[in-house]
């Protein structure tokens, strides 16, 4: 589980304390994804539905988010809650292409929440922004990317471990989604295209020598000033 969409689970979870909030995760990709799903039961979500089909595969973030919206919108609920990006790509795309899907509010890069109003249904959000924060309010339904740092995720328990083996995922595929066209998923739906992929570039050898050891420290002195690591 991305380290951001920890903290958004850890945020949804404390809705759950607070209010009795219903909580439900979704995630897309293949059956292997169960894990992460599993281990969101065991910290205590009420609901896991895996998107998985194999004409799914190959989508970008465009692709991915219509997947994830057209799903979303056979579900009820009062607040969507993403990290702002994954580890592998980091594009924090998804969640504000979901928001747009749906035609929801979003705040982005949310630090701390400020408030929720759940008579009044709206959400009082710090937005980090540079050196500073923005302040924003927004009127729920809406969606807000979350942060790492917004919380400190608590831990799986025993007991939720154990119930997470025997839990339920919804497994959603093509057929399920009737409001996603074919134009619009997978390798089909994603106009991002990867021109030319290399391997990462290896770092040389390096500069082998053999010195005494007051030449040794002479020397690294002397390659240390020369990179401006420290001052003689």
Same mark, same amino acid.
Do not use: W
């Given at each position: 589980? %991305?380290?951001? =969409?920890?903290?958004? #689970?850890?945020?949804? #979870? ?36 895996? #998107? ?13 988010? %219509? ?36 035609? #929801? ?11 929720? %109003? ?23 339904? $809406?969606?807000?990317? $979350? ?17 997470? $083996? ?17 134009? %619009? ?26 010195? =005494? ?16 690591? $420290?001052?003689?």
């Amino acid at each position: 589980m %991305n380290p951001d =969409d920890k903290g958004g #689970l850890e945020f949804a #979870l404390q809705l759950k304390d607070q209010y009795g909030a219903h909580v439900t995760v979704i995630t897309m990709g293949p059956p292997q994804a169960e894990a992460i799903l599993r281990e969101a039961y065991a910290m205590g979500v009420d609901r896991a539905i895996l #998107l998985s089909d194999r004409k799914f595969g190959g989508a970008d973030t465009l692709a991915t988010s %219509n997947t994830i919206a057209a799903a979303l919108r056979s579900l009820e609920f009062d607040l969507l809650i993403t990290g702002r990006q994954a580890i592998d790509g980091d594009t924090a795309q998804v969640g504000p292409q979901i928001s747009e899907h749906l035609g #929801l509010p979003v705040i982005s890069y949310a630090q701390k929440i400020r408030e929720v %109003n759940e008579a009044e249904k709206y959400i009082v959000v710090e937005r980090q922004y540079d050196d500073r924060y923005h302040v924003v309010k927004a009127q729920m339904p $809406c969606l807000i990317t $979350c942060l790492a740092e917004i919380n400190d995720p608590r831990y799986m328990t025993p007991g939720g471990i154990f119930d997470a $083996c025997e839990a339920e995922i919804t497994t959603m595929g093509r057929a399920e989604l009737k409001t996603l066209e074919d134009g %619009n998923m997978g390798l089909a739906g994603s106009p991002t295209k990867i021109a030319k992929a290399s391997d990462k570039v290896r770092k040389g050898a390096g500069e082998k020598i053999t010195l =005494d050891t007051e030449e040794a420290v002479s020397y690294l002195l002397g390659k240390m000033t020369e990179k401006h690591v $420290c001052g003689l």
